[in-house]
C-alpha cells in the first residue's frame, strides 16, 4: 500500500483517540509502588483503543483501568512490514490478527498480559526493523519516549507513588524502603529474566 494512501487522525484524550499509537494508563496498587509499571493497549488507525484486559478478551473502546494518561505515537515509516511495496498488510488488517491469537489465550499478569499483546502487534509490524519487541523493552519504549495527554496526567501517574512513599517512610522508615526497593527488584527482576534468560516463560 503506498504511503500517500495513508491517513492518520488527529490524537483527541477528550474522546479517547489516540491514531496509531500505544497507550498507557496506571495500575492499582501496582503503580502506586512501581511508578514505571502500568497498563498497555494499542490503538487502530481511527483511534481506537484495544487491550488484553482478561482471558480470551480484548477490550475495544473501553481502557480497561481508566483514561489514558501516557501515549506513544508511532510512525508507518518505521513499520516495515507496512511499507513493504510488494506487502497488502495494514495497521488495521496487523492489529485483527493479533487480536484473533489473543482472545484464545489466557491472561496472566506475570506471563501473558497486556504488554504481550501490544509486543505482539509491534513484532508482526515489524516496528522499528525488527521483531525482537517483549514486554521489557515496551515498558522502555513507554516510559521514555511517552507523552502525557496533560498536566493532570502527570499527576494522576505519579502522586500515588509519592504518597505512599513518603506515608510508608513516615510510619515504617527505612524498613519500608527497604521492603519497597526489594518488591520493585523482585518484579522487574521476573520479566528481565524470565524475557531473556528462561524462553517461553513470557509469552508474545
Request: charged residues 20%; proline residues 7%.
Given at each position: 500500500m503506498p504511503t500517500e494512501?495513508?491517513?492518520?487522525?488527529?490524537?483527541?484524550?477528550?474522546?479517547?483517540?489516540?491514531?496509531?499509537?500505544?497507550?498507557?494508563?496506571?495500575?492499582?496498587?501496582?503503580?502506586?509502588?512501581?511508578?514505571f509499571v502500568?497498563?498497555?493497549?494499542?490503538?487502530?488507525?481511527?483511534?481506537?483503543?484495544?487491550?488484553?484486559?482478561?482471558?480470551?478478551?480484548?477490550?475495544?473502546?473501553?481502557?480497561a483501568f481508566g483514561a489514558v494518561t501516557r501515549y506513544v505515537q508511532i510512525?508507518?515509516?518505521?513499520?516495515?512490514?507496512?511499507?513493504?511495496?510488494?506487502?497488502?498488510l495494514t495497521w488495521d488488517e496487523t492489529l485483527r490478527k493479533g487480536m484473533q491469537e489473543y482472545q484464545n489465550r489466557t491472561y496472566n499478569l506475570f506471563t501473558c498480559n497486556c504488554h504481550s499483546f501490544v509486543a505482539n502487534n509491534l513484532n508482526r509490524l515489524f516496528y522499528a526493523g525488527h521483531e525482537k519487541w517483549n514486554v521489557v523493552t515496551l515498558?522502555?519504549?513507554?516510559?521514555?519516549?511517552?507523552?502525557f495527554v496533560s498536566k493532570s496526567a502527570v499527576f494522576k501517574s505519579f502522586l500515588p507513588f509519592f504518597l505512599v512513599l513518603g506515608l510508608g517512610f513516615f510510619w515504617g522508615g527505612l524498613k519500608f524502603l527497604i521492603g519497597l526497593?526489594?518488591?520493585?527488584?523482585?518484579?522487574?527482576?521476573w520479566f528481565v529474566f524470565g524475557t531473556y534468560c528462561f524462553?517461553?516463560?513470557?509469552?508474545?
Open positions: 494512501d495513508f491517513h492518520v487522525g488527529s490524537i483527541d484524550p477528550k474522546r479517547a483517540r489516540f491514531p496509531c499509537c500505544i497507550v498507557w494508563t496506571p495500575l492499582p496498587f501496582i503503580t502506586w509502588l512501581i511508578p502500568g497498563h498497555l493497549g494499542i490503538c487502530r488507525e481511527d483511534g481506537v483503543i484495544l487491550d488484553f484486559a482478561g482471558p480470551y478478551f480484548i477490550s475495544v473502546d473501553n481502557f510512525s508507518r515509516d518505521e513499520c516495515y512490514k507496512l511499507i513493504d511495496p510488494e506487502g497488502e515498558a522502555a519504549l513507554v516510559f521514555l519516549r511517552g507523552k526497593v526489594g518488591f520493585m527488584f523482585v518484579l522487574t527482576g524462553k517461553n516463560v513470557i509469552q508474545l
